[in-house]
């Protein structure tokens, strides 16, 4: 299995109304890849990102999950193919009527058959390994903003998905919790197979956890491959070379 | 000493499912043998089979999982709960035997330890007497604060008249239009219903007496000096007093009241003094035309219905109207909406931090609003009776 192109998107467009964020996007995904969407603010990762779980239709072109025409299928087809995928939003997402054991608890309570005790289990197992055990009770308004995160995390990882996407998880993390979220990706991806899509700007993050990358450029509005994160620092595209080095090159 | 390994009877599991059992290979040692599939999608076996087992101190825990098909969190939160209960007993655990992924994610689950915090939502069932005690309390605490605001938005007052208030004069403009003339087609809709209640209602007891012109009387006045501000009052605080707090709230929950404070700009003057002045002049415009539409419903009904000239209800009504009713209505019509602005405001930077908080100030600004119209209408009905205007 390892290598096949498990997530692929072909010719992908992104706009808004007649607003063009990114075009003609092609990059694959492989499975256990740590892949790491770069580029400045406004350039379209975020939006890359709805494109890719369903939540806003491309422009143009397609995203496949394991071969299958995601945006092309039926709406239960599509809603199968999303439940494969654990998404962290920017903002965090938590549903703030609920506590964060509730809401690690809803996507186990509304997709496996799980008595609640097990599912307690599961979701303090789950808030431990992003170090919030203990927190089961809180509110997320009662949070701190990379607690958010973390829980938001937490979330995502609920149902084991095979595809873990997220949207800036270090951003407002200290950076020892950030690496140790760093640790948590990667272990997540050698013990458990997932394959990992990164959303980053954290340059030391992208580098020590990335082993596939694109660059969105904002300017050309289209991206950039850009492989091996540690290996684009050194031999890549320059404008690359420039985001990464933090514009010291 | 037992070396055969024992099947734990409560899950006779499938060819592929999960399975449990366990052995002593020498005394104070429990191996646990893990095969199968743990996946959260097979029924996993319950952890006290296997923690009766596990020896009294001094004893030690190992694996065997050379049989493991698969696992993910199904076999993770098994092992970090029978993990919990060995440290409770005091059990040595020796996890060599676990496969390299589940011991790394395990000692991360362990990393940070689980935060002492005091219990949470621990009152959940109390009697009623209790419940009327605490929210008479609530209601009790609520007054300092309504008292505070009041004063907050008094002090930004004298403010603006000493030309110091710090606002905008375009939001006052947008608060304007958006509470008057979008609030035209409901407060038309009403007051002409209302005006033919009255009317209606009028004709009825008047038919008793003989005296139906007196229609116009009833209508006139009423229209004008009560229902008028009444109705409109009410329609205002559903439409504007909750989208007060809606916004504010809103405001609230992003942190922007929080960055005006920080600026050392008062946010009463930049938010709430708009919101204030925009009611207290467009409220008794809408009383005015919500008077004379209700005044128009009447006049229809009494000439088509009740057979009265158009001619002799025109009189009567210009008889009835004295000039104090106007006064009165429009006096009436600036305090509801000082009321409706007043509770709109108070509720939304009471708001909490969370999306349900904001729906609750809304729902909030609504009853006080209601609330404090009720009761201000009540007051003055008594004193304008008492001063005889
Ligand atoms: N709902 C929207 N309507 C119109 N334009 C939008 C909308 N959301 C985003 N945009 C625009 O699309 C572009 C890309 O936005 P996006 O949120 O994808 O950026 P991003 O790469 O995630 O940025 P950041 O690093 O700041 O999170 C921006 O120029 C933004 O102005
Ligand atoms: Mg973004």
Redesign the pocket.
Do not use: D, P
């Given at each position: 299995m390892a290598g096949r192109a498990h997530i692929e998107v072909g010719n992908l467009s992104m706009a808004?109304g007649k607003?063009l964020?990114q075009r003609d996007l092609n990059f694959a995904v492989s499975k256990g890849d740590v892949f790491v969407i770069m580029?400045?603010?406004?350039?379209?990762?975020?939006?890359?990102m709805r494109a890719l779980i369903g939540l806003q239709r491309p422009a143009a072109g397609t995203v496949r999950y394991d071969g299958e025409d995601f945006w092309g299928a039926a709406e239960e087809d599509r809603a199968r193919m999303k439940r494969r995928l654990g998404i962290l939003f920017?903002g965090g997402a938590l549903w703030s009527s609920l506590t964060l054991a509730e809401n690690v608890a809803l996507p186990l309570a509304e997709y496996t058959g799980l008595p609640p005790a097990r599912v307690a289990e599961i979701v303090s197992f789950k808030l431990a390994l992003v170090g919030l055990a203990g927190f089961e009770d809180f509110y997320p308004s009662e949070l701190s903003g990379g607690m958010k995160k973390r829980a938001g995390l937490a979330r995502a990882m609920a149902l084991d998905p095979d595809i873990l996407i997220v949207d800036?998880p270090s951003s407002g993390l200290d950076p020892l919790t950030a690496r140790r979220l760093d640790d948590l990706i990667l272990e997540l991806r050698e013990s458990l197979g997932t394959t990992i899509i990164v959303?980053s700007?954290d340059l030391a993050s992208i580098l020590a956890i990335g082993s596939d990358s694109i660059y969105?450029d904002a300017d050309t509005h289209t991206m950039i491959a850009t492989g091996n994160p540690r290996e684009a620092l050194t031999h890549g595209d320059p404008k690359v070379r420039h985001f990464l080095t933090r514009g010291s090159e | 000493m037992r070396t055969r390994p024992e099947e734990d009877g409560l899950h006779p599991a499938g060819e592929s499912g999960p399975r449990l059992s366990w052995h002593r290979p020498s005394e104070g040692v429990l191996t646990l043998v893990l095969a199968g599939r743990w996946c959260l999608d097979e029924t996993l076996p319950a952890r006290n089979a296997a923690e009766r087992d596990i020896p009294a101190v001094p004893g030690r825990l190992t694996f065997d999982t050379a049989a493991l098909a698969d696992w993910d969190s199904g076999l993770l939160t098994f092992l970090a709960g029978l993990l919990k209960t060995c440290a409770a007993r005091g059990v040595a655990v020796d996890p060599s035997g676990l496969p390299e992924g589940v011991r790394r994610l395990l000692a991360m689950a362990a990393a940070v330890p689980e935060q002492k915090v005091p219990p949470r939502n621990a009152a959940a069932r109390t009697s009623l007497v209790s419940r009327i005690g605490a929210a008479t309390l609530v209601l009790a605490r609520g007054a300092p604060a309504m008292l505070r605001f009041l004063g907050e938005i008094v002090l930004s007052f004298l403010r603006l008249f000493s030309g110091r208030a710090r606002f905008r004069m375009s939001d006052l403009w947008l608060e304007m239009e958006q509470v008057g003339p979008r609030a035209l087609p409901i407060v038309s809709v009403i007051s002409f219903l209302v005006g033919l209640i009255l009317a209606y209602l009028g004709a009825d007891q008047l038919k008793l007496v003989g005296a139906q012109i007196f229609i116009a009387d009833l209508v006139a006045i009423g229209m004008v000096r009560e229902v008028g501000a009444l109705m409109t009052g009410i329609i205002i605080a559903g439409r504007t007093g909750a989208a007060f707090a809606a916004q504010l709230g809103t405001m609230q929950v992003n942190e922007e009241i929080d960055a005006f404070r920080t600026l050392g700009i008062p946010p009463v003057d930049f938010l709430v003094l708009p919101r204030m002045l925009a009611l207290m002049l467009m409220v008794p415009l809408l009383t005015l035309y919500a008077g004379f539409v209700g005044m128009f419903a009447g006049l229809v009904v009494s000439v088509t219905i009740f057979d009265i000239s158009l001619f002799e209800y025109y009189n009567e009504t210009l008889r009835a109207l004295e000039l104090k009713h106007f006064w009165v209505g429009l006096s009436k019509g600036t305090v509801y909406g000082a009321m409706v602005a007043f509770a709109g405001c108070l509720r939304g930077m009471q708001c909490g931090r969370s999306a349900e908080a904001v729906g609750e100030a809304a729902t909030s600004a609504v009853v006080t609003g209601i609330l404090l119209i009720t009761v201000a209408a009540s007051v003055m009905t008594i004193v304008y009776y008492q001063l005889d205007i």
């Open positions: 808004y607003f964020v580029g400045g603010n406004g350039c379209g990762k975020t939006t890359l920017q800036e959303i700007h969105l | -």
